[in-house]
T-cell receptor, first 112, second 112 residues
Framework: AQSVTQPDIHITVSEGASLELRCNYSYGATPYLFWYVQSPGQGLQLLLK??????LVQGIKGFEAEFKRSQSSFNLRKPSVHWSDAAEYFC??????????FGKGTRLHILP | DTAVSQTPKYLVTQMGNDKSIKCEQNLGHDTMYWYKQDSKKFLKIMFSYNNKELIINETVPNRFSPKSPDKAHLNLHINSLELGDSAVYFCASSQVEASPLHFGNGTRLTVT
């Protein structure tokens, strides 16, 4: 069965600094991979997805993620964070059986 | 124009009561889901319906019963509510297998 690990529960960065949120997955074949963002009191919004092809995917709000099969990772990056990026970020994996499994989330805090 | 809408947004009720949460999507998607998010933000899939047919039923107490009158609607009925049912319940929809999920804004259920 597939699983997702987000090793960092909280991450704090200064506004304008770069960001990397880690995600590792466990699945026997090539998974479908997603990053979602959840602002307080809101549902989850898709930032980006990887299905196949180019391993560096671009998403909304200036985010990108890189699929590294050898490391079973799909880390999320942003070169310069804004205060409005403070939120909960979820990595998720899908395995073609209509079941998408979510990691436990990383809460991003932004220092002014 | 809301893509996935769920009602109510907040639900406060006493133990032992029965309550329902409604969800509707206007995206024309074939698959709908219910996820439960606990106080630690962990998102766990509960049910998935494809074109009105139940396809995923995780280990959820049988007090929880989903109903899909048509492929645009997926309601969740909960009998004999318990304190541990307190959580945020998210409805979501997707086109086909493992395609990105579109989430509603959640229903915060508080059982007292």
């Amino acid at each position: 069965a597939q699983s997702v690990t987000q090793p960092d529960i909280h991450i704090t960065v200064s506004e304008g600094a770069s960001l990397e949120l880690r995600c590792n997955y466990s699945y026997g074949a090539t998974p479908y991979l997603f990053w979602y963002v959840q602002s307080p009191g809101q549902g989850l919004q898709l930032l980006l997805k990887y299905f196949s092809g180019d391993t560096l995917v671009q998403g909304i709000k200036g985010f990108e993620a890189e699929f590294k099969r050898s490391q079973s990772s799909f880390n999320l990056r942003k070169p310069s964070v804004h205060w409005s990026d403070a939120a909960e970020y979820f990595c998720a994996v899908g395995a073609g059986d209509d079941k998408i499994i979510f990691g436990k989330g990383t809460r991003l805090h932004i220092l002014p | 124009d809301t893509a996935v809408s769920q009602t109510p947004k907040y639900l406060v009720t006493q133990m032992g009561n029965d309550k329902s949460i409604k969800c509707e999507q206007n995206l024309g998607h074939d698959t709908m889901y219910w996820y439960k998010q606990d106080s630690k933000k962990f998102l766990k899939i509960m049910f998935s319906y494809n074109n009105k047919e139940l396809i995923i039923n995780e280990t959820v107490p049988n007090r929880f019963s989903p109903k899909s009158p048509d492929k645009a609607h997926l309601n969740l009925h909960i009998n004999s509510l318990e304190l541990g049912d307190s959580a945020v319940y998210f409805c979501a929809s997707s086109q086909v297998e493992a395609s990105p999920l579109h989430f509603g804004n959640g229903t915060r259920l508080t059982v007292t």
